[in-house]
Structures are given as C-alpha cells and as structure tokens.
C-alpha cells in the first residue's frame, strides 16, 4: 500500500510532485506462488515526458525501501 495506494501511495505523490503523468496506478501481488512480489505499473502520460517519467519511476522503485517512514506505515496500516 505504500506503493500504490491510490492517492495516499508514492506513486500518486510523484504525480502530484512532477506533473508529467497524467494518470498513474500500480497494484502488488502478494502470496502468489507464480509471481511472487510482482509490481504492476500502468501510467498515461506524453510522449515527450517519457524519459522523465521513467526515470522518476526507477528512482521510486530503488530507493522506496529505504525512504519507508514510520507515517507511511502508520498511514498504510489505516488503509487496510
């Protein structure tokens, strides 16, 4: 939920944050046997702003573990 929890989640804050997506969602799959931890992204976005995009993207995704705080988790537990 961190992740990709609609508005409250990291995917939607760099949207907020950057402006170069028009819509970004994401969904995790957890206690699958054949794909476990998959993480599925889908984002509308220009043409134009594709490098960006994916660059903020992979920043997300490699440092997302280590910027963890004790609100996100709080806010995640909420969630559910």
């Given at each position: 939920?961190?992740?990709?929890?609609?508005?409250y989640g990291r995917?939607?804050?760099?949207?907020?944050?950057?402006?170069?997506?028009?819509?970004?969602?994401?969904?995790?799959?957890?206690?699958?046997?054949?794909?476990?931890?998959?993480?599925?992204?889908?984002?509308?976005?220009?043409?134009?702003?594709?490098?960006?995009?994916?660059?903020?993207?992979?920043?997300?995704?490699?440092?997302?573990?280590?910027?963890?705080?004790?609100?996100?988790?709080?806010?995640?537990?909420?969630?559910?």
């Amino acid at each position: 939920n961190i992740l990709t929890a609609n508005i409250y989640g990291r995917l939607f804050r760099i949207r907020q944050d950057t402006g170069l997506f028009y819509d970004i969602v994401g969904s995790l799959t957890e206690n699958s046997e054949s794909q476990v931890g998959y993480i599925y992204i889908s984002t509308l976005v220009y043409k134009g702003n594709l490098d960006k995009v994916e660059a903020c993207i992979n920043d997300l995704l490699e440092n997302v573990v280590d910027s963890i705080t004790q609100q996100d988790v709080d806010l995640a537990k909420n969630i559910i």
